[in-house]
């Protein structure tokens, strides 16, 4: 037999144990890639909580770009449009920004809120392993309320549950005032 014979069968060999089960990639390797992303997860989870933690310091969210707690109503419709719904004290961009600011005399007074979709990720396990032992951290009907201090404001975390493994739903960004 030729070079050429030898290695397509011996590849023909090859080939077909694996498909028939004959020859298995080990376990060590297949066990190796859940807890790669598992870890990657975490990585990204933790930097995207201390994103959030900046952020609220300085009266924004993660999703509020460069709008937060002073900014003035009128650069916010300027930039984002007409927001989803408003009136005086509330100003609502829910469905295209998943932001909402309380106003008050043209300005973002008193809050900021989020519920971007990468905060369902985020579980309470992983915000108190990063952000530490909250200010406060209750329960009520269901949920997980955590504040912690920022700066000269507050985050409020909301989580879907009591649970370590329950999920952040919102996030507030509030002034002491």
Excluded at 10 to 31: D, Q
Excluded at 112 to 141: C, F, H, Q, W
Aim: charged residues 30%; hydrophobic residues 30%.
């Amino acid at each position: 037999m030729n070079k050429t014979t030898k290695t397509m069968i011996a590849t023909t060999l090859v080939v077909g144990s694996l498909f028939t089960g004959s020859i298995s990639i080990p376990a060590i390797y297949a066990e190796k890639e859940p807890e790669r992303v598992h870890v990657v997860n975490d990585v990204k989870h933790e930097q995207l909580i201390k994103k959030i933690m900046y952020l609220s310091s300085k009266g924004k969210t993660i999703n509020s770009e460069e709008f937060g707690i002073g900014s003035h109503e009128v650069d916010i419709r300027k930039k984002w449009g007409e927001p989803t719904s408003s009136n005086e004290y509330f100003l609502s961009y829910a469905e295209k920004k998943q932001t909402e600011f309380a106003i008050e005399n043209g300005y973002v007074k008193n809050w900021v809120n989020s519920s971007d979709k990468r905060l369902e990720e985020i579980t309470y396990e992983e915000v108190l392993k990063t952000a530490g032992k909250p200010l406060t951290n209750k329960t009520n009907e269901g949920r997980r309320f955590v504040t912690y201090q920022t700066g000269k404001y507050n985050l409020l975390l909301i989580f879907d549950g009591y649970k370590k493994t329950d999920t952040i739903t919102w996030l507030f960004v509030r002034s002491e005032k």
